[in-house]
């Protein structure tokens, strides 16, 4: 694709056509499903390009980021951090029909959301125009809010086709007529929940647009351990629990529901994770008497999180709608305890229901009911066998139904005949 009088110019670039991913932010731990995609993708042949929107602020990162092979581009984190790239990109795109059509979708979003966040989208678009390699054929935006809106205006300016991939809040938190406007331009668009599915068909001009694709388990990343380990014989049953503590993550609801199980059962909680509201569990651990039996282990890499499931009896997720709408997706963490045999206890949110079969492969309670969470989690400190028979069946059910593979593979699809149309 060459500039012409009316076109962006493009950064010259050779080799295979890629398609540039837009990501929130790159590399973040946890965001190991996206990784995994992308990795897999790349061994299916998919050549990529990724574009942070955010710099990242995780110390750690998992293994699979360094095996990833396409280079990463960070956009401006905010416009006034480089004034100058923006005001050159602005320069260069200003005269072209596709920024006067982006523009004008701009300033039509602007309307109705009049925040300085869809104003730097505007500009990271202008940016990621401007600077697009001229062998990116495709655009792909993680996340159906911020990504999506700056692949949208991009794709715009520069004439090229995006796809997004929705996953849980940017779903829940994005008002309809954004999704709205997002899924009639966009050439196609998958999400990691029949809930998710239905709710983006119901908006969309053709809903056959939106496509359920499971992010799945990878196997080889998760193996199972050897043999079933019950650690639960010589000393307290270990429940852990793995997530960033913010709200629709529901850890005040587990630390309640322990509170409240029989003081002659003996367990241990372990939370793996980071978030603004750890302090405040902290605090809330003290003051319900069990302080001393929850050990908090920040964010870790995902060899170091593989050697948590293994250690534990119990994995446990108490995961909620927030007030805001926001609300996990299938939450991996669920997958991943359950391809370590690990019993799992959750609750009956969308998406949780479509991996959990209750009795059968886990335990599932109501949202926000600590008392009901209690009696599950009590269950399962007691009763060894019943452990071991969740854990059978969550392992059986995670690692057939929900493997990575068959997920990754239409996704390569999607991608090969995206890159075969942009090239016809």
């Given at each position: ?39 897999a993708l790349e061994r299916r042949g998919v050549k990529l390009a990724l574009f942070s929107l955010r710099r990242p602020t995780d110390a750690a990162v998992h293994p699979i980021h360094a095996e990833i092979e396409a280079n990463v581009v960070y956009l401006p ?61 495709h655009l792909h935006a993680h996340f159906l809010h911020t990504p999506a809106s700056v692949a949208r205006y991009c794709a715009m300016i520069t004439g090229l086709r995006y796809s997004i991939s929705a996953h849980a809040k940017d779903i829940w938190t994005t008002p309809d007529w ?247």
């Open positions: 694709m060459h500039a012409g009088p009316t076109d962006p110019p493009r950064a010259a670039s050779r080799g295979s056509p890629r398609v540039g991913v837009v990501l929130k932010g790159y590399p973040r731990l946890s965001e190991t499903f996206i990784a995994q995609e992308l990795r984190e905010y416009l006034h951090e480089e004034p100058l790239r923006v005001m050159r990109a602005w320069r260069s795109l200003r005269g072209t029909a596709g920024y006067r059509e982006a523009f004008a979708a701009w300033r039509a979003d602007f309307a109705r959301d009049r925040t300085r966040n869809r104003a730097r989208r505007f500009g990271q678009a202008l940016v990621l125009a401007a600077e697009l390699p001229d062998d990116i054929v954004d999704k709205r406007e997002k899924l009639a331009s966009c050439a196609w668009a998958t999400t990691c929940t029949r809930t998710n599915a239905e709710h983006l068909r119901e908006l969309a001009t053709n809903p056959e647009c939106v496509d359920l694709v499971y992010h799945g388990i990878d196997v080889a990343r998760f193996p199972a351990p050897l043999t079933p380990a019950d650690h639960a014989t010589q000393h307290a049953v270990n429940i852990l629990s793995v997530g960033r503590a913010v709200d629709k993550k529901g850890f005040d609801d587990l630390l309640e529901a322990l509170a409240r199980v029989p003081e002659t059962l003996r367990w241990t909680l372990t939370h793996v994770g980071g978030g603004p509201l750890l302090h405040k569990l902290q605090s809330q651990a003290q003051a319900l008497g069990i302080a001393d039996r929850v050990r908090w282990q920040g964010p870790l890499a995902q060899q170091a999180l593989l050697q948590q499931y293994r250690s534990a009896d119990i994995f446990a997720l108490a995961c909620r709608v927030a007030d805001d709408g926001d609300r996990d997706g299938l939450p991996n963490v669920l997958m991943e305890a359950q391809s370590q045999r690990l019993p799992c206890v959750a609750t009956t949110i969308p998406g949780v229901t479509e991996l959990i079969e209750h009795g059968r492969t886990g335990l599932l309670v109501p949202e926000r009911d600590p008392v009901a969470l209690a009696q599950a989690l009590a269950r399962l400190i007691e009763d060894a066998s019943l452990r071991d028979r969740l854990g059978r069946g969550g392992y059986e059910r995670t690692t057939s139904a929900f493997a990575m593979d068959a997920g990754v593979d239409r996704l390569a699809t999607r991608f090969a005949a995206s890159v075969a149309a942009a090239g016809a």
